[in-house]
């Protein structure tokens, strides 16, 4: 079974002549173990395909279902247990609760579903120092540097038993060397049996996936095994 599932998905905004259609007719399947990176310019409907796999929205067509639920029949309460167990979700806007140290803000969703919380701040602990953030686990946000936030956030993403990892340009705001400890991070969640969709502009990181998916004005375009960054660049496809 496949961990995320779109089955032509179409989510349109507004009405008449103020209507946007963000997705049209999307497919996309994430089986156990796979890295999907999604590509395309901006305004071509990634952030919402995100948006959708992660139950933040409902399609207006279509059918979303992640570890076989479908998430247009669960109610809310349903579908905030759902992402706590098992979607790890990494925003642009890092999303972290400024009275909350680094370490409580990645503990927060084991603590929510009833872990001990010596428990959860040390699995907190550990998923810092993997991104190298070792010592710096009683800061709060604001004391820390925008990648250093960025990593708060992809730690409290992979916290937990999380099967499914949605990442929105996670690597936005990092130098290369620590968006490539991100990344295999994300690659050794997938080898472990987890999925991950991953949104990037960047060909050296869509290449750590197993494919690469396509999107422009809302549709999917082409899709491809992940290939070298050279040879993506070459072709156009990362711009």
């Not at 409907?45 to 669960?74: N, W």
């Not at 167990?85 to 909350?100: D, E, K, M, R």
């Not at 936030?149 to 937990?160: D, P, S």
Request: hydrophobic share 45%; aromatic share 4%; proline share 3%.
């Amino acid at each position: 079974m496949a961990v995320l599932r779109l089955d032509r998905v179409s989510r349109i905004h507004g009405s008449g002549h103020v209507q946007v259609d963000a997705l049209v007719d999307v497919s996309l399947s994430v089986e156990a173990g796979e890295l999907v990176a999604v590509m395309g310019p901006s305004g071509s409907g990634k952030t919402t395909l995100l948006s959708l796999a992660g139950g933040l929205d409902l399609p207006t067509a279509g059918s979303v279902l992640v570890d076989g639920s479908d998430l247009a029949t669960l109610n809310r309460a349903e579908l905030a247990r759902l992402r706590r167990h098992s979607v790890g979700y990494v925003f642009q806007q890092f999303n972290l609760i400024p009275g909350l140290t680094a370490a409580e803000n990645v503990s927060l969703p084991l603590e929510l579903d009833g872990v001990n919380r010596k428990e959860a701040y040390g699995a907190a602990v550990d998923a810092l120092a993997r991104l190298e953030m070792a010592g710096l686990e009683n800061r709060f946000p604001d004391d820390l540097s925008g990648g250093e936030q960025q990593r708060v956030a992809i730690a409290r993403a992979i916290i937990g038993d999380r099967r499914l990892l949605l990442a929105d340009e996670p690597t936005g705001a990092l130098d290369s060397m620590t968006g490539e400890t991100v990344l295999r991070l994300m690659r050794r969640h997938c080898d472990n049996g987890g999925a991950a969709v991953l949104v990037t502009h960047d060909a050296r990181f869509a290449a750590w996936a197993d494919r690469i998916v396509f999107l422009h004005d809302g549709r999917v375009v082409d899709e491809a095994m992940a290939s070298t960054p050279e040879s993506l660049l070459a072709d156009g496809t990362a711009l």
